[in-house]
């Protein structure tokens, strides 16, 4: 680290805590963590506050939690820190211009993707789910546009077969605690310079909604199994199928591309080991469900309780 900064660090979820570790094991002074307000969660519906917001108070960090950042006193009271720079990691708000005019530095966004591709709010799983063969990290300063900046610095990772929205989001936020103090230090020293995006390739990563979870089984094997594993572990892709006593809402949360090739309609069990015919004669081999109201299993334990087998349909 060529300065130390004073920095104020703003993200809510769990992917945020290890760029926020970095900075604090790089030395730069946190002057305040903004973060979501605290929801209800859990059967009670406790109250809780959310990751970042744990950690830092836990450390005795300064915390705030405003549900807007739209109102005056708070854009003076940001101002009034005295920024050199504000962090910022799947935060949550839209920082107004006058947040993002305050630290003499800017605001330096450490995003789930490699922009102009996935600009938004879900891109871990929009890119497993469209089939990107990799994506990575973009250090990018803020500006008013979502996610429009300059990029300051990438870091890129191939995505697999066997990696879920789950397995992605632990390894990106490894390589955003591993870019941030870099991106930021370069920031500060001049050694980095940002660079236009260009609108080639733009892509816009909606929030997952209700309507993405559903598996329909018309459509080809490989759309499929990118679905399934772009939304696993939450909120998990589901179809429904007949266990004995009605239908019943199966959350799938892994699956494989199988060899087999079948003209039997989309849905059908082609075997005792829950491959599945799609669309295109292709089937998608089911590995991890997880019944309503009980825990995931791996394929062989959940058939050791649930009658599935070849030739039923589920939809």
Known sequence: MTKRLRIAFMGSPGIALGVLEALIAAGHEIACVYSQPPRPAGRGQKMTPTAVHAFAEARGLEVRTPKSLKKPDEQAAFAALGL???????????????????????????????????????????????????????????????????????????????????????????????????????????????????????TYAAKISSGDQRIDWTRPAAEIDCRIRGLAPAPGAWCEADLGQGPVRLKLLFSELTDLYNLAPPGTLLDDRLAVACGDGRAVRLLRLQKPGGKPLDARDFLAGSPLAAGQVIG
Do not use: F
């Open 84 to 202: 050199d720079a504000a962090v910022v990691v799947a935060y949550g708000l839209i920082l107004p211009q006058p947040i993002l005019d305050a630290p003499r530095l800017g605001c330096l966004n450490m995003h789930a993707s490699i922009l102009p591709r996935w600009r938004g709010a879900a891109p871990i799983q929009r890119a497993i789910m469209a089939g990107d063969a990799e994506t990575g990290v973009d250090a990018m300063m803020m500006e008013a546009g979502l996610d429009t900046g300059p990029v300051l610095a990438s870091v890129r990772t191939p995505i697999t077969r066997e990696d879920t929205a789950g397995t992605l989001h632990d390894r990106l936020a490894a390589l955003a605690a591993e870019l941030a103090p870099r991106a930021l230090s370069g920031l500060a020293d001049g050694s980095l310079k940002p660079a236009a995006q260009t609108e080639d390739g733009m």
